[in-house]
Protein backbone atom coordinates (compact mmCIF):
# COMPACT_ATOMS: atom_id res chain seq x y z
CA UNK A 1 0.00 0.00 0.00
CA UNK A 2 1.05 3.70 -0.30
CA UNK A 3 0.66 5.32 2.87
CA UNK A 4 1.07 9.10 3.27
CA UNK A 5 1.91 9.70 6.93
CA UNK A 6 0.84 13.10 8.27
CA UNK A 7 3.17 13.82 11.46
CA UNK A 8 5.97 11.66 9.93
CA UNK A 9 8.34 13.10 12.61
CA UNK A 10 6.44 13.47 15.57
CA UNK A 11 6.63 11.18 18.35
CA UNK A 12 4.67 8.35 16.98
CA UNK A 13 5.41 9.54 13.43
CA UNK A 14 8.96 8.59 13.75
CA UNK A 15 8.37 5.51 14.74
CA UNK A 16 5.57 4.39 12.05
CA UNK A 17 7.10 5.51 9.31
CA UNK A 18 10.23 3.02 9.45
CA UNK A 19 7.98 0.53 10.82
CA UNK A 20 5.55 1.00 7.27
CA UNK A 21 8.62 0.72 5.08
CA UNK A 22 9.82 -2.26 6.77
CA UNK A 23 6.61 -3.71 6.03
CA UNK A 24 6.73 -3.15 2.62
CA UNK A 25 4.62 -0.15 2.42
CA UNK A 26 5.63 2.87 -0.12
CA UNK A 27 5.45 6.17 2.54
CA UNK A 28 5.34 9.58 1.92
CA UNK A 29 6.05 11.31 5.05
CA UNK A 30 4.58 14.49 5.41
CA UNK A 31 6.62 17.25 6.99
CA UNK A 32 7.17 21.27 7.33
CA UNK A 33 10.29 21.13 7.71
CA UNK A 34 13.51 20.21 4.84
CA UNK A 35 15.51 19.68 7.54
CA UNK A 36 13.84 16.72 8.37
CA UNK A 37 13.81 15.29 5.14
CA UNK A 38 17.20 13.13 4.98
CA UNK A 39 16.51 11.32 8.09
CA UNK A 40 12.73 10.71 6.76
CA UNK A 41 14.55 9.45 2.98
CA UNK A 42 17.65 7.51 4.87
CA UNK A 43 14.33 4.91 6.75
CA UNK A 44 12.82 4.98 2.95
CA UNK A 45 10.50 7.14 2.96
CA UNK A 46 9.80 9.56 0.16
CA UNK A 47 8.83 13.15 1.52
CA UNK A 48 6.51 16.24 0.99
CA UNK A 49 6.57 19.74 2.15
CA UNK A 50 3.31 20.93 3.75
CA UNK A 51 1.73 23.02 6.65
CA UNK A 52 -1.58 21.63 7.10
CA UNK A 53 -2.98 24.92 7.52
CA UNK A 54 -2.39 25.89 4.58
CA UNK A 55 -4.95 24.35 2.94
CA UNK A 56 -3.88 24.63 -0.90
CA UNK A 57 -0.40 23.22 -0.49
CA UNK A 58 -2.05 20.24 1.44
CA UNK A 59 -4.78 19.19 -1.30
CA UNK A 60 -1.81 19.60 -3.94
CA UNK A 61 0.64 17.50 -2.23
CA UNK A 62 -1.94 14.78 -1.48
CA UNK A 63 -3.09 14.76 -5.00
CA UNK A 64 0.22 14.20 -6.16
CA UNK A 65 1.14 11.33 -3.96
CA UNK A 66 -2.49 9.85 -4.46
CA UNK A 67 -1.81 7.33 -1.41
CA UNK A 68 -4.10 4.42 -0.39
CA UNK A 69 -4.32 5.08 2.63
CA UNK A 70 -3.78 8.64 5.14
CA UNK A 71 -2.25 8.04 8.53
CA UNK A 72 -3.24 11.29 10.68
CA UNK A 73 -0.29 11.60 13.45
CA UNK A 74 -0.50 15.30 13.71
CA UNK A 75 -0.44 16.95 16.77
CA UNK A 76 0.86 20.45 17.92
CA UNK A 77 2.30 19.67 21.57
CA UNK A 78 5.65 20.34 20.99
CA UNK A 79 4.77 23.72 22.80
CA UNK A 80 2.51 22.26 25.58
CA UNK A 81 -0.06 24.40 24.50
CA UNK A 82 -3.57 22.46 24.37
CA UNK A 83 -4.90 25.69 22.82
CA UNK A 84 -2.90 25.15 19.32
CA UNK A 85 -3.42 21.49 20.06
CA UNK A 86 -7.15 21.56 19.95
CA UNK A 87 -7.15 23.60 16.64
CA UNK A 88 -4.60 21.04 15.16
CA UNK A 89 -7.57 18.18 15.85
CA UNK A 90 -10.07 21.02 14.18
CA UNK A 91 -8.48 22.44 11.65
CA UNK A 92 -5.81 20.47 10.69
CA UNK A 93 -8.06 17.47 10.30
CA UNK A 94 -10.46 18.94 8.28
CA UNK A 95 -7.79 20.19 5.75
CA UNK A 96 -6.18 16.54 5.74
CA UNK A 97 -9.55 15.12 5.54
CA UNK A 98 -11.12 16.90 2.73
CA UNK A 99 -7.10 16.82 0.81
CA UNK A 100 -7.58 13.06 1.32
CA UNK A 101 -11.09 13.36 -0.13
CA UNK A 102 -10.10 15.28 -3.51
CA UNK A 103 -7.49 12.50 -4.02
CA UNK A 104 -9.99 9.80 -4.03
CA UNK A 105 -8.08 8.04 -0.75
CA UNK A 106 -10.24 5.58 1.30
CA UNK A 107 -9.07 5.16 3.93
CA UNK A 108 -7.54 6.61 7.07
CA UNK A 109 -5.94 5.88 10.33
CA UNK A 110 -5.96 8.80 13.09
CA UNK A 111 -4.46 9.03 16.33
CA UNK A 112 -7.05 10.51 19.25
CA UNK A 113 -7.08 10.21 23.48
CA UNK A 114 -8.57 8.01 25.33
CA UNK A 115 -9.09 10.70 27.99
CA UNK A 116 -12.18 11.85 26.97
CA UNK A 117 -14.96 9.50 28.01
CA UNK A 118 -17.86 10.56 30.56
CA UNK A 119 -17.55 10.18 34.53
CA UNK A 120 -17.59 6.47 35.62
CA UNK A 121 -16.02 4.61 38.22
CA UNK A 122 -14.57 1.82 35.77
CA UNK A 123 -11.72 2.09 32.85
CA UNK A 124 -14.21 3.25 30.10
CA UNK A 125 -14.40 0.76 26.83
CA UNK A 126 -15.08 2.54 23.33
CA UNK A 127 -19.08 2.49 23.61
CA UNK A 128 -18.74 4.84 26.85
CA UNK A 129 -19.94 8.54 25.88
CA UNK A 130 -17.49 11.32 25.19
CA UNK A 131 -17.89 13.90 28.55
CA UNK A 132 -20.05 16.36 26.60
CA UNK A 133 -20.33 18.10 30.25
CA UNK A 134 -16.48 19.43 30.92
CA UNK A 135 -15.66 23.13 31.26
CA UNK A 136 -12.19 24.69 30.04
CA UNK A 137 -9.65 23.85 29.57
CA UNK A 138 -10.60 19.98 29.34
CA UNK A 139 -13.28 21.17 26.82
CA UNK A 140 -11.42 22.78 24.09
CA UNK A 141 -9.95 19.00 24.50
CA UNK A 142 -13.12 17.25 23.63
CA UNK A 143 -14.29 19.43 21.75
CA UNK A 144 -11.20 19.18 19.27
CA UNK A 145 -11.02 15.46 19.85
CA UNK A 146 -15.07 15.43 18.45
CA UNK A 147 -14.35 17.19 15.20
CA UNK A 148 -11.59 15.11 14.80
CA UNK A 149 -13.54 11.78 14.91
CA UNK A 150 -16.38 13.17 13.14
CA UNK A 151 -14.17 14.34 10.28
CA UNK A 152 -12.43 11.23 9.81
CA UNK A 153 -15.64 9.46 9.53
CA UNK A 154 -16.01 11.24 6.57
CA UNK A 155 -13.95 8.72 4.95
CA UNK A 156 -15.26 5.21 3.71
CA UNK A 157 -12.64 3.27 5.76
CA UNK A 158 -11.33 4.35 9.13
CA UNK A 159 -9.59 3.65 12.26
CA UNK A 160 -9.89 6.39 15.36
CA UNK A 161 -6.99 5.25 17.83
CA UNK A 162 -7.79 6.56 21.52
CA UNK A 163 -4.21 6.72 23.23
CA UNK A 164 -3.52 6.45 26.68
CA UNK A 165 -0.70 8.66 27.82
CA UNK A 166 2.67 7.96 26.22
CA UNK A 167 5.61 6.79 27.59
CA UNK A 168 9.00 6.16 26.88
CA UNK A 169 11.72 7.35 24.77
CA UNK A 170 11.19 10.87 22.87
CA UNK A 171 7.87 11.55 24.87
CA UNK A 172 6.85 13.81 28.19
CA UNK A 173 6.78 10.87 30.26
CA UNK A 174 10.75 10.10 30.16
CA UNK A 175 14.27 10.40 31.63
CA UNK A 176 14.53 13.33 29.76
CA UNK A 177 11.28 14.60 29.06
CA UNK A 178 8.99 17.17 30.87
CA UNK A 179 6.68 14.94 33.13
CA UNK A 180 10.24 13.72 34.81
CA UNK A 181 11.68 17.51 35.29
CA UNK A 182 8.16 18.10 37.06
CA UNK A 183 8.94 15.18 38.93
CA UNK A 184 12.09 16.26 40.19
CA UNK A 185 10.33 19.60 40.91
CA UNK A 186 7.74 18.41 43.23
CA UNK A 187 5.21 19.20 40.83
CA UNK A 188 4.05 16.13 40.10
CA UNK A 189 1.88 14.88 42.47
CA UNK A 190 -0.19 11.80 43.62
CA UNK A 191 -3.52 11.72 44.14
CA UNK A 192 -7.04 9.16 42.98
CA UNK A 193 -7.36 10.69 39.43
CA UNK A 194 -7.03 7.24 37.67
CA UNK A 195 -4.81 7.46 33.93
CA UNK A 196 -4.11 4.39 31.08
CA UNK A 197 -0.82 4.48 29.51
CA UNK A 198 1.08 2.87 26.67
CA UNK A 199 4.07 2.55 25.74
CA UNK A 200 5.33 4.91 22.60
CA UNK A 201 6.05 1.75 20.59
CA UNK A 202 3.32 -0.35 21.39
CA UNK A 203 1.62 2.25 20.62
CA UNK A 204 3.49 2.72 16.83
CA UNK A 205 2.49 -1.02 16.48
CA UNK A 206 -1.01 -0.05 16.69
CA UNK A 207 -1.31 2.21 14.13
CA UNK A 208 0.95 0.15 11.81
CA UNK A 209 -1.40 -2.89 12.62
CA UNK A 210 -4.46 -0.62 12.46
CA UNK A 211 -4.13 -0.67 8.61
CA UNK A 212 -5.84 -4.02 8.34
CA UNK A 213 -8.38 -3.59 11.47
CA UNK A 214 -12.41 -2.76 10.55
CA UNK A 215 -13.58 0.55 11.03
CA UNK A 216 -14.27 1.75 14.01
CA UNK A 217 -12.93 3.49 17.58
CA UNK A 218 -10.26 1.46 19.84
CA UNK A 219 -8.38 2.26 22.73
CA UNK A 220 -4.64 1.29 22.78
CA UNK A 221 -4.17 1.43 26.61
CA UNK A 222 -1.94 -0.98 28.63
CA UNK A 223 -3.80 -3.41 30.82
CA UNK A 224 -3.37 -1.58 34.80
CA UNK A 225 -5.69 1.71 34.68
CA UNK A 226 -4.05 3.28 37.97
CA UNK A 227 -4.65 5.99 40.15
CA UNK A 228 -1.67 8.85 40.82
CA UNK A 229 -1.17 7.65 44.05
CA UNK A 230 0.33 4.26 42.27
CA UNK A 231 1.99 5.58 39.28
CA UNK A 232 3.99 8.29 40.59
CA UNK A 233 5.92 7.16 42.78
CA UNK A 234 6.99 4.35 40.20
CA UNK A 235 7.83 7.18 37.45
CA UNK A 236 9.47 9.41 40.26
CA UNK A 237 11.98 6.37 41.18
CA UNK A 238 12.34 5.29 37.39
CA UNK A 239 13.56 8.76 36.53
CA UNK A 240 15.33 9.06 39.53
CA UNK A 241 13.05 11.89 40.84
CA UNK A 242 12.75 12.19 44.68
CA UNK A 243 8.90 10.51 45.93
CA UNK A 244 6.24 12.81 45.86
CA UNK A 245 5.19 14.63 49.25
CA UNK A 246 2.84 12.67 50.71
CA UNK A 247 -0.67 14.55 49.44
CA UNK A 248 -4.27 13.85 51.43
CA UNK A 249 -7.52 15.04 50.27
CA UNK A 250 -6.78 15.74 46.36
CA UNK A 251 -10.21 16.25 44.38
CA UNK A 252 -11.01 13.59 42.24
CA UNK A 253 -12.00 14.25 38.70
CA UNK A 254 -14.97 12.02 37.95
CA UNK A 255 -13.78 11.60 34.10
CA UNK A 256 -10.67 10.26 34.78
CA UNK A 257 -11.23 6.81 34.98
CA UNK A 258 -8.94 5.29 32.75
CA UNK A 259 -9.74 2.97 29.32
CA UNK A 260 -10.37 -0.57 28.84
CA UNK A 261 -8.15 -2.18 26.01
CA UNK A 262 -10.26 -5.25 25.51
CA UNK A 263 -11.73 -4.52 22.28
CA UNK A 264 -7.75 -4.23 20.72
CA UNK A 265 -6.33 -6.94 22.65
CA UNK A 266 -9.06 -9.64 22.22
CA UNK A 267 -10.86 -8.65 18.52
CA UNK A 268 -8.01 -6.54 16.91
CA UNK A 269 -4.82 -9.39 17.87
CA UNK A 270 -3.07 -6.01 19.46
CA UNK A 271 -0.59 -7.32 22.29
CA UNK A 272 1.35 -4.66 23.94
CA UNK A 273 5.11 -5.64 24.18
CA UNK A 274 4.62 -3.54 27.80
CA UNK A 275 0.88 -4.50 29.09
CA UNK A 276 1.49 -2.76 32.34
CA UNK A 277 3.42 0.67 32.96
CA UNK A 278 4.57 -1.19 36.48
CA UNK A 279 7.35 -3.13 34.37
CA UNK A 280 7.51 -0.62 31.63
CA UNK A 281 8.67 2.82 33.53
CA UNK A 282 11.79 0.32 34.44
CA UNK A 283 12.85 0.63 31.04
CA UNK A 284 12.79 4.44 30.96
N1 LIG B 1 -1.38 10.36 23.80
C1 LIG B 1 -0.38 11.10 24.29
O1 LIG B 1 -0.04 11.04 25.47
C2 LIG B 1 0.40 11.99 23.35
C3 LIG B 1 0.17 12.01 21.98
C4 LIG B 1 0.96 12.82 21.16
C5 LIG B 1 1.97 13.58 21.72
N2 LIG B 1 2.16 13.53 23.06
C6 LIG B 1 3.26 14.28 23.69
O2 LIG B 1 3.52 15.48 23.01
C7 LIG B 1 4.92 15.64 22.87
C8 LIG B 1 5.19 16.39 21.57
O3 LIG B 1 4.73 15.62 20.47
P1 LIG B 1 5.60 15.43 19.14
O4 LIG B 1 7.00 15.17 19.48
O5 LIG B 1 4.92 14.41 18.31
O6 LIG B 1 5.60 16.88 18.44
P2 LIG B 1 4.52 17.84 17.81
O7 LIG B 1 5.09 19.19 17.78
O8 LIG B 1 3.20 17.69 18.49
O9 LIG B 1 4.43 17.40 16.24
C9 LIG B 1 3.88 16.19 15.83
C10 LIG B 1 3.90 16.10 14.32
O10 LIG B 1 2.93 16.98 13.76
C11 LIG B 1 3.51 17.68 12.69
N3 LIG B 1 2.91 19.01 12.58
C12 LIG B 1 2.66 19.88 13.59
N4 LIG B 1 2.10 21.00 13.10
C13 LIG B 1 2.03 20.84 11.74
C14 LIG B 1 1.54 21.64 10.68
N5 LIG B 1 1.00 22.86 10.91
N6 LIG B 1 1.62 21.16 9.42
C15 LIG B 1 2.16 19.94 9.17
N7 LIG B 1 2.63 19.13 10.14
C16 LIG B 1 2.56 19.57 11.41
C17 LIG B 1 4.99 17.76 13.00
O11 LIG B 1 5.69 17.86 11.75
P3 LIG B 1 6.87 18.88 11.38
O12 LIG B 1 7.23 19.66 12.62
O13 LIG B 1 7.99 18.00 10.90
O14 LIG B 1 6.30 19.72 10.29
C18 LIG B 1 5.23 16.43 13.67
O15 LIG B 1 5.50 15.45 12.71
C19 LIG B 1 5.52 14.23 22.91
O16 LIG B 1 6.75 14.24 23.56
C20 LIG B 1 4.50 13.39 23.62
O17 LIG B 1 4.88 13.02 24.93
C21 LIG B 1 1.41 12.76 23.88
Do not use: C
Amino acid sequence: MHILVAGSTGVLGRRVVPALVGAGHRVTALTRRPEAAADLRAHGAEVAFADVFDREALTRVVGRAEPDVVMHQLTDLSAVDLAANARMRVVGTRNLVDAAQAAGVRRIVAQSIAWVYEAGDEPADETTPLDDTSVEPRRGTIEGVIALERAVRELPGWVVLRYGLLYGPGTWFAADGIKAADARAGRLPGGPDVSSFVHVDDAAAAAVAALHWPSGVVNVVDDQPATADEWVPAFARAVGAPPPAAAAGVPHAPWARGADNHLARKHRGWIPTHPSWRSGFDTL
